[in-house]
Nanobody, 124 residues
Framework: QVQLVESGGGLVQAGGSLRLSCAAS????????MGWFRQAPGKERMFVAV????????SYADSVKGRFTISRDNTKNTVYLQMNSLKPEDTAVYYC?????????????????WGQGTQVTASS
């Protein structure tokens, strides 16, 4: 069982930056690929970024490529999402998730555990 707790969301002006953190419980954090997803009101939950178990591989949605960076610290059981040059269309609830299967999955169905989400709002 893994519990995930996100933090770092908030309100920022367009062009600003935020850093999300996701702290995981348990001693098997390094055995999970970790992903970030987001869900805007009335829309489906969408893939944002994923990082492999060792941190050596990352992948991003086209809409955030070059602006967002995912990283992890397996000694702290934490995954991060650095978000720069935020746009109003980035406004959503952001969720971190843990996957025990697959190398770096991008679909929600491949993830076993989810956090409660943190709101990110980029105002124009």
């Amino acid at each position: 069982q893994v519990q995930l707790v996100e933090s770092g969301g908030g309100l920022v002006q367009a062009g600003g930056s935020l850093r999300l953190s996701c702290a995981a419980s348990g001693r098997t954090f390094s055995s999970y690929a970790m992903g970030w997803f987001r869900q805007a009101p009335g829309k489906e939950r969408m893939f944002v970024a994923v990082i492999s178990r060792s941190g050596g591989y990352t992948s991003y949605a086209d809409s955030v490529k070059g602006r967002f960076t995912i990283s992890r610290d397996n000694t702290k059981n934490t995954v991060y999402l650095q978000m720069n040059s935020l746009k109003p269309e980035d406004t959503a609830v952001y969720y971190c998730a843990a996957s025990s299967g697959g190398y770096a999955p991008v679909s929600t169905g491949r993830y076993d555990y989810w956090g409660q989400g943190t709101q990110v709002t980029a105002s124009s």
